[in-house]
């Protein structure tokens, strides 16, 4: 027996054994799980954050070794983990997804949300602190989760959308969008020529220059291009804005719907609550996927009930703010 590590492209052949089609199930097992490292079993990063404790450190024989160096050769030799993970395509597919917002700008925390199941997750350029430079190292964080990343942008400027895009997002989620001009820019700077204007650099999004010419080939049919209707003007608005080719997905945002409504703070008001419900048949009319932001697990129940395609529910820092306010509620019951 031997304890192996999996991730060493140059680790030895130990032996010339037979493999048995057990061994190879196990060994793909192993692969996937990330387990058959050398590491022993602890917290923090090393164990998905606590989600795999005891995972690591296996002792194996040798053939079954040898059948994990095989296959971890050959997936060294396969093509990289996409650069920018598929969103567009499950909306298409009409699949229910969830999201949370990212405010922290620490890839650590994007890290650990991304191993607990989101199918997105988005970055707020606009409401929070994530720029350029922190949005690049959230994309990274999210690569080998295979977790695609919306950038809300902070406004619908061309220099903003492209740096999001370039930099890995899966797409954009533009805010304030009010009328038929506003959602038609935001379209056009999010592909290339001739169905846009995008400026063509793709760095990064090309694995660095090495998939230039796949990357464009496949471009203007990955990239997500979702607005926000947020106010009174895109709900007058609205079947000439969806009419706009190119819009994939709506994103509806109660916060700032109820106060251009005269409702401030209100979500629930019935004004309000109908204004959603238009923006949903609405949506649906017009083919194109919907959603909105809840805050909690029991709303967002509720808007996939109503019929909404995706939520982006609650964000990292209320996340994290919940869990420890209860935990320290709990201890203090025993008071």
Known sequence: MVTFDVARDDAPVLADEPQSAHQTVCCKRLLLTGAGRRDPARTGRGSDYGR??????VSVSASLYNCCMSARRAANSSPAVPYVPDLRGRLLLGEFLVGTWLTFIDPTATELLAGA???FLCADGEH???ATIDLLGLVIATRAAGVPILCRVGANEPVR????LDSGAAGVIVPQVRTVED?????SWCRYPPAGMRGIAPRRTSDYGRHVAEYLATANDGVTCCIQIETRDAIEELDAILAVPGIDALLVGPNDLSASLGHTGDLEHPEVEAAIAHV???????????????????????????GFGFVT???DYA???????EAVRAIHLED
Do not use: E, N
Request: proline letters at 3%.
């Open 52 to 57: 795999r404790l005891g995972r690591r450190g």
């Open 183 to 187: 959602a038609a820019r935001a379209v």
């Open 319 to 325: 996340l994290l703010a919940t869990a420890a306010d």
């Open 117 to 119: 199941g989101f199918d």
């Open 161 to 164: 959308i492209m740096h999001a």
């Open 128 to 130: 929070g602190p994530v």
């Open 280 to 306: 949903l048949a609405r949506a649906h009319s017009a083919g194109i996927a919907v959603g909105i932001w809840t805050p909690s697990t029991a709303v967002t129940l509720a808007r996939r009930r109503q």
């Open 313 to 315: 529910m609650s964000a």
